[in-house]
Nanobody, 125 residues
Framework: QVQLVESGGGSVQPGESLTLSCKVS????????MGWFRQPPGKQREGVACIYSGVGSAYYAESVEGRFTISQDKTKNTIYLQMNSLKPEDTAMYYC??????????????????WGQGTQVTVSS
């Protein structure tokens, strides 16, 4: 069982930035997709970003491409999500996850193996 603990959420104004962190209890030794998904109130969860732990290649949902950056520090068993130019539509609970199936053409179809408790991000003026 893998445990993931998110931190770094908060309330910001449109255009501002936030960085989320996720501590992973057992970082994968194989090439696993580690990443983030979000769930706005009353809506489906949406895969946001994925980084392959072995090769470091990263993938993003179209809605965040160019604004969000996912990274990892394997020495700290930690994944990060740098979020720039935040918009009100980015408001959601953000979850760190080990992703079992990343579906780039429809992030609502992405599947997850383990995930954390989530951290709230609110973007509002």
């Amino acid at each position: 069982q893998v445990q993931l603990v998110e931190s770094g959420g908060g309330s910001v104004q449109p255009g501002e930035s936030l960085t989320l962190s996720c501590k992973v209890s057992k970082y994968p030794t194989s090439n696993e997709c580690m990443g983030w998904f979000r769930q706005p109130p009353g809506k489906q969860r949406e895969g946001v970003a994925c980084i392959y732990s072995g090769v470091g290649s990263a993938y993003y949902a179209e809605s965040v491409e160019g604004r969000f950056t996912i990274s990892q520090d394997k020495t700290k068993n930690t994944i990060y999500l740098q979020m720039n130019s935040l918009k009100p539509e980015d408001t959601a609970m953000y979850y760190c996850a080990q992703i079992s199936l990343w579906v780039g053409y429809d992030p609502h179809l992405t599947e997850y193996k383990y995930w954390g408790q989530g951290t709230q991000v609110t973007v509002s003026s």
